[in-house]
């Protein structure tokens, strides 16, 4: 029997809706977490000359066979847990046996992916994102990497204009165990007279695009669904993640022109599903900022009423 393997932790509610879903049309479901595994999820999977990987995966309740696969939901799972009492030089040669094997056998499905993840390792890139973007046919934003202070004031004297500063790398971290963000900052120019600290790392600088407010169009397949992103506070205007209180959504419309490479673009990262977002100037333009090939979705649903959910389950069952 056809079955949707899903890959996610257990407590991801934007994964249940797309599970609920999936069982509401009468798909048969295998969820797992990779946190499962050795100690609560069996891999015995085989590949001979006549056949190519089966077997199965089991847990204490279920088990799937690898042949019957049709498709993989692939969705931030946590990591293996490891048996206790081993060592730290144990653990890390266990987790990367765990992560050649399971990982390696499960990679090697020919199935639908939404999304493999290689492809998406590769996609989170943002300096890759912007130039496949720009070869694409979408508007992006004058961009600099760099850590240097001298290349950070010669790109502010070319643009003329205010400057941006975000991380290249997901934005989040802990310290002291409290879950932190690090913000898109609007520089001044005290910012850019004190640039210290600035040779420490990598860091992204764009222009600035004035914007009336922004869009998140989530891709699934084919499917393109746009929602209006309104900020009502100042902080929501340069980020509008540091305040989703003042956010209003409404559902709309990506123009053809952006459409049409936004596909081409999901093409070229090999990527089924992804959550973009843009910049739409008072004229109407739209500039691309980003794509999260694991981007959250489901408030944006919950807002504004757009299938996502029943998208992704299109497009792991080849509806």
Known sequence: MACILVIAAQDDWPTDRVVKVLAERGAEVFRMDTAEFPQDLTLAGRLDAVHGWHG?????????????????????????????????????????????????????????????????????????????????????????????????????????GPLICKPIAPPVFIEEDTLKTVYTRRLNAHDLDDLSGLDTTAHLFQAWIDKAYEVRLTVAGDRLLAAEVHADSDAAHVDWRSDYKSLTYRATEAPGHVADAVRRLMARLDLRFAALDFVVSPAGEWTFLEANPCGQWDWIQHATGLPIAEAIADELQGV
């Open 56 to 160: 199965q995966l089991s847990t204490a309740r279920r088990s799937v066979h690898l042949a019957e696969v049709t498709g993989v939901y692939y969705r931030s799972p946590n990591p293996f847990t490891l048996p206790a009492g081993m060592s730290e030089a144990e653990e890390r040669f266990a987790a990367a046996q765990a992560r050649a094997g399971l990982g390696g056998v499960i990679t090697a499905l020919d199935c639908r992916w939404v999304n493999h993840p290689a492809e998406m390792s590769r996609a989170e890139y943002k300096p890759l994102q912007l130039a496949a973007a720009r070869g694409c046919g979408l508007a992006i934003p004058p961009t600099l990497i760099t850590n240097s202070p001298d290349a950070v004031r010669a790109f502010a004297s070319d643009m003329r």
